[in-house]
């Protein structure tokens, strides 16, 4: 198939980008700025094109010809004063993807969405909602994939908690008893491409997570033991989980908002997981995770390109 992808430029889009041209698809990777994708440009059968993806007909001239579109652009935070960061890039741009794909003649879209869309306080989840009822109502052959949090090498999830215990004899962790299913990158790519052309076989939604369900605090305990630092992390009461929120909202990067601490309160566990009915074994991070936890941004780098045969520079 020749496959259309936006927002791929990111952690799980690179995986998805390298699975699908194993398999044999051309993938035309739209982007604002080709030239700092350097690392698709290293997967055979794989085009960056500059594009303005939040303009509609742009995005219809490029879509032309395809088989299939895959919506992935998605941010987790806004920026400080950015009250429609969310709308923009979860909503607009879903609706714009849509509005694109059947002017083109495209009937098939793959969207990333998040458990617990629709639900619960946060904006984040209450936009990642409304792009679904979009792409539901399209009348457009959708396929909508929840993953639980994904790990994997270059993922922001076990990455941000090891540079954090890295410097951090005591880490004050909020909600420590939220509840997630994490989830390898590498079957999220996989359930994508088995039901690239099944057409809603397992249903328009697929929830997908790991083997096992932990706690937060466990899974960033287990992060500081694999890193060999002795780490007391204490969990926070909820007032406090709350407040740290609040303060940490004008922390520069905001690492941990308000938003965050609002889709805690709801546990991201798949229900049901769909993997294994599509055949793939949930990988457990303990046998992913050990081979990065604890390295640099650029070792982990030069790691991923000596798996891919490439030298590093």
């Given at each position: 198939?020749?496959?259309?992808?936006?927002?791929a430029?990111?952690?799980?889009?690179?995986?998805?980008?390298?699975?699908l041209?194993?398999e044999?698809?051309?993938?035309?990777?739209?982007?604002r700025?080709?030239?700092?994708?350097?690392?698709?440009?290293?997967?055979?059968?794989t085009?960056?094109?500059a594009?303005?993806?939040?303009?509609?007909?742009?995005?219809?001239a490029?879509?032309?010809?395809?088989?299939?579109?895959?919506?992935?652009?998605?941010?987790?935070?806004?920026?400080?004063?950015?009250?429609?960061?969310?709308?923009?890039?979860h909503?607009?741009?879903?609706?714009?993807?849509?509005?694109?794909?059947?002017?083109?003649?495209?009937?098939r879209?793959?969207?990333?969405?998040?458990?617990?869309a629709?639900?619960?306080?946060?904006?984040y989840?209450?936009?990642?909602?409304?792009?679904?009822?979009?792409?539901?109502?399209?009348?457009?052959?959708?396929?909508?994939?929840?993953?639980?949090?994904?790990?994997?090498?270059g993922?922001?999830?076990?990455?941000?908690?090891?540079?954090?215990?890295?410097?951090a004899?005591v880490?004050?962790?909020a909600?420590p008893?939220?509840?997630?299913?994490?989830?390898?990158?590498?079957?999220?790519?996989?359930?994508m491409?088995?039901?690239?052309?099944?057409?809603?076989?397992?249903?328009?939604?697929?929830?997908?997570?790991?083997?096992r369900?932990?706690t937060?605090?466990e899974?960033?305990?287990?992060?500081?033991?694999?890193?060999?630092?002795?780490?007391?992390?204490?969990?926070?009461?909820?007032?406090?989980?709350?407040?740290?929120?609040?303060?940490?909202?004008?922390?520069?990067?905001?690492?941990?908002?308000?938003?965050?601490?609002q889709?805690l309160?709801?546990?991201?566990?798949?229900?049901?997981?769909?993997l294994?009915?599509?055949?793939?074994?949930?990988?457990?991070?303990?046998?992913v995770a050990?081979?990065?936890?604890?390295?640099?941004?650029?070792?982990?780098?030069?790691?991923?390109?000596?798996?891919?045969?490439r030298?590093?520079?």
């Amino acid at each position: 198939m020749r496959i259309v992808l936006v927002g791929a430029s990111g952690f799980l889009g690179q995986n998805l980008v390298r699975s699908l041209a194993r398999e044999g698809h051309e993938c035309i990777v739209l982007t604002r700025d080709a030239a700092r994708r350097k690392a698709c440009r290293l997967v055979p059968n794989t085009h960056l094109v500059a594009a303005d993806v939040n303009d509609a007909a742009a995005l219809e001239a490029r879509f032309e010809g395809s088989d299939a579109v895959v919506s992935m652009a998605g941010i987790l935070n806004e920026s400080l004063f950015g009250d429609s960061d969310f709308q923009r890039v979860h909503v607009d741009l879903v609706g714009s993807i849509c509005k694109a794909a059947g002017a083109a003649g495209v009937r098939r879209i793959l969207h990333v969405s998040a458990i617990n869309a629709g639900e619960g306080e946060s904006q984040y989840l209450a936009s990642k909602g409304r792009a679904e009822a979009l792409l539901l109502n399209s009348g457009l052959d959708v396929s909508i994939y929840r993953p639980s949090v994904i790990f994997g090498p270059g993922d922001t999830f076990f990455n941000r908690f090891a540079g954090l215990l890295r410097y951090a004899p005591v880490l004050p962790l909020a909600c420590p008893e939220a509840r997630m299913q994490p989830v390898f990158v590498g079957d999220v790519a996989a359930a994508m491409c088995r039901t690239l052309a099944s057409h809603g076989t397992l249903g328009p939604v697929m929830e997908l997570g790991g083997p096992r369900i932990y706690t937060l605090r466990e899974l960033v305990r287990w992060t500081a033991k694999m890193m060999g630092r002795k780490r007391w992390v204490p969990g926070l009461p909820d007032s406090l989980s709350r407040s740290q929120a609040l303060a940490m909202n004008w922390v520069p990067g905001r690492p941990f908002t308000l938003d965050n601490y609002q889709s805690l309160q709801l546990d991201n566990v798949a229900e049901p997981n769909v993997l294994p009915e599509l055949g793939i074994e949930p990988t457990p991070f303990q046998s992913v995770a050990p081979g990065y936890i604890g390295l640099t941004s650029r070792q982990q780098r030069l790691d991923q390109l000596r798996r891919r045969g490439r030298p590093g520079r």
